[in-house]
């Protein structure tokens, strides 16, 4: 289960919250969208991408990382395509040791090619705008 930074910083005390440097990783809305969907459909919650689109449960992930009013709470955000490079120029700034990723995606949702037509990607970065403007996928 993943906690929400308000949750995190409610737990260990505003203070020490603070004085951590905290990050975190983003995709791309499209990807995030198909990722869902796949999973989604595996466990006959959705039959369809129509299906999908149409119902308009998309999973954003902007709240687990800004607080009630919008401000951010991590020291980053990392884009998931230069996750790799931006972990290196953390751990460079750390000082903490990196080599490299073993292994990036949970599942294979990319092989399954999904249409995503122009008017789906309007729904999709329509819901997502105020992540996007949060994250720098606009």
């Given amino acids: 289960q993943h906690l929400k930074a308000t949750e995190i910083r409610s ?3 505003e203070k020490k919250f603070n ?5 975190c990783v ?6 995030v ?12 919650l959705v039959s369809d991408w129509k299906e999908y689109i149409n119902i308009k449960k998309f999973p954003d992930n902007h709240k687990f990382y ?5 401000k951010v709470l991590v ?4 884009k998931y395509e230069n996750l790799e490079d931006e972990l290196l ?5 750390l000082k903490i040791p990196f080599k490299n990723l073993k292994s990036r995606a949970k599942s294979n949702y990319k092989k399954n090619k999904i249409h ?23």
């Fill in 11 to 13: 737990k260990i005390g």
């Fill in 19 to 23: 004085s951590y440097f905290k990050f």
């Fill in 26 to 31: 983003e995709r791309n809305p499209i990807d």
């Fill in 33 to 44: 969208c198909i990722s869902d969907f796949n999973m989604r459909k595996s466990r006959g």
């Fill in 66 to 70: 800004t607080d009630y009013d919008g």
């Fill in 75 to 78: 020291d980053r955000i990392i």
């Fill in 89 to 93: 120029k953390i751990s460079k700034e």
């Fill in 116 to 138: 995503v037509s122009s008017e789906d990607k309007k729904i999709i970065n329509d819901f997502f705008k105020e992540s996007n403007i949060i994250n720098g996928y606009h």
